[in-house]
């Protein structure tokens, strides 16, 4: 059974940062695709950023580009997502997702990704 245990959410000002951590279990993720969505209340979910294992390929949205970065510690299976310079439209319940590498136009889709953790809430005031 893979697990994806999303963290590192919270309340923050304009300006300010955070790290989330998605902490996966079950079996190693170094040659998956792993990403970052988000959805705000009464929006679809969205592509943040991906990061393919096998490859290292980072592919991230414009709206959080230069802004935000994803990694990944396969010593730890865990993934990252530093996020810089936060603004009020960040504010959403961010998930992690896994799944098995594919061409990035699949990895920017949720179809794309057959597991899923149970998200954490990120609030930036202005």
């Known amino acids: 059974q893979v697990q994806l245990v999303e963290s590192g959410g919270g309340l923050v000002q304009a300006g300010d940062s955070l790290r989330l951590s998605c902490a996966a279990s079950g079996r190693t993720f170094s040659t998956y695709a792993m990403a970052w969505f988000r959805q705000a209340p009464g929006k679809e979910r969205e592509f943040v950023a991906a990061?393919?294992?096998?490859?290292?390929?980072?592919d991230y949205a414009d709206s959080v580009k230069g802004r935000f970065t994803i990694s990944m510690d396969n010593a730890k299976n865990t993934m990252y997502l530093q996020m810089n310079s936060l603004k009020p439209e960040d504010t959403a319940v961010y998930y992690c997702?896994?799944?098995?590498?594919?061409?990035?136009?699949?990895?920017?889709?949720?179809?794309?990704?057959?597991?899923w953790g149970q998200g954490t809430q990120v609030t930036v005031s202005s």
């Open positions: 997702a896994a799944g098995p590498p594919q061409i990035i136009a699949v990895l920017r889709t949720t179809r794309g990704y057959p597991y």
């Open positions: 990061i393919r294992g096998n490859t290292g390929i980072l």
